[in-house]
């Protein structure tokens, strides 16, 4: 069953774009997708699984069982990186460790997006609160990084404006989309949503598949620098990702029986923020070095998730 599962996802050609994408850059190629239509594309996505949450949320009841699933995502996206900042301290700076911490405690909208495709490929569905969960996870991260690093920096000088990288963090554009195609999603008459169903639903995986082909092109690119850093942080985007998922998919099961719900909270566990988090840390904690924590969770968690952490976290969600 996990060797089924493990060529369905390798031979799912978003993946393959994204590999193609890799591959592209190592042959020198000019291949490259225009800033402006990769843009429209990340938007495009995070603007229908949005949309396609709010109608599916718009459909169920709430539950005992879904507020605790919230409670329970917003915990992860505390702990997580309450955790990995003391793994990641022993051998990196301060400001390195905070803000990989805080990337690998958010999540990643478009390792999301990719997983509500391939549960798609099951024949699963994804339930509605799932998206709403999904955006709330994002901001807590970055919060327990900042106050980490705030905590154990030793140099006074060191001004992390908290303020206004929290208040990005709330008003960031992915985060802000994603969260309000859920409300208009949710409060759309559903007669009136069918006319936009056919850009919503029909278009999405070709868009995926070009959008990781770009993804797959910056990955290339960035990957050159960041073996210059050493092993460290190679094994840890390898191993804490896969580790963090695994433990969640398990340990899911006290929350909520549903297969979906369960394999999704892996998925939100495992994934790294690439867009959200490097922006919020930008703007608060200038000394963290992006060349470090972008490529550890764009162009190596974010293909071992994609490629062999789906297949696996579906695996335990079924098996226990």
């Known amino acids: 069953m996990n060797f089924n599962l493990l060529i369905d996802n390798l031979t799912n050609p978003a993946l393959l774009f994204f590999v193609l994408g890799i591959i592209a850059v190592y042959l020198k190629s000019d291949l490259e997708i225009p800033a402006n239509s990769s ?55 301060v400001f390195d460790a905070g803000a990989i911490a805080a990337a690998y405690g958010s999540v990643s909208a478009v390792t999301f997006v990719t997983a509500v495709s391939y549960l798609e490929s099951q024949q699963l569905i994804i339930h509605g ?33 908290k303020s206004t990288a929290i208040k990005h963090s709330f008003t960031n554009g992915s985060v802000l989309l994603i969260l309000g195609s859920l409300v208009i999603g949710y409060l759309a008459n559903a007669k009136q949503a069918e006319g936009i169903k056919p850009f919503t639903n029909d278009l999405f995986k070709g868009f995926l598949a070009i959008f990781l082909l770009d993804m797959g092109i910056t990955s290339g690119r960035k990957l050159k620098a960041f073996f210059s850093y050493g092993w460290f942080p190679l094994v840890f985007a ?81 098996s226990f």
Request: proline fraction near 5%.
């Open 129 to 161: 609160h799932m998206v709403a969960i999904m955006a709330l996870m994002e901001s807590p991260a970055i919060i327990m990084g900042l106050v980490l690093i705030s905590v154990f920096s030793k140099n006074d000088r060191e001004i992390i404006r």
């Open 238 to 318: 390898i191993l804490i990702p896969l580790i963090n998922g695994c433990i969640i998919a398990i340990f899911s099961s006290l929350i909520t029986h549903d297969i979906t719900n369960r394999f999704m909270f892996a998925i939100l566990a495992a994934s790294a923020s690439y867009i959200a988090v490097p922006a919020a840390v930008k703007i608060s904690v200038p000394k963290a070095d992006p060349g470090l924590f972008l490529p550890m969770a764009l162009a190596v968690t974010f293909p071992i998730n994609i490629t062999i952490g789906m297949p696996i976290y579906l695996l335990i969600v079924r």
């Open 39 to 93: 843009k429209f594309i990340s938007l495009y996505l995070l603007f229908a699984i949005g949309f396609k949450g709010g109608q599916e949320l718009s459909h169920e009841t709430f539950t005992y069982e879904i507020g605790w699933s919230i409670l329970f995502g917003i915990s992860i996206s505390f702990v997580i990186p309450l955790y990995t900042f003391f793994i990641l301290k022993r051998k990196l700076n």
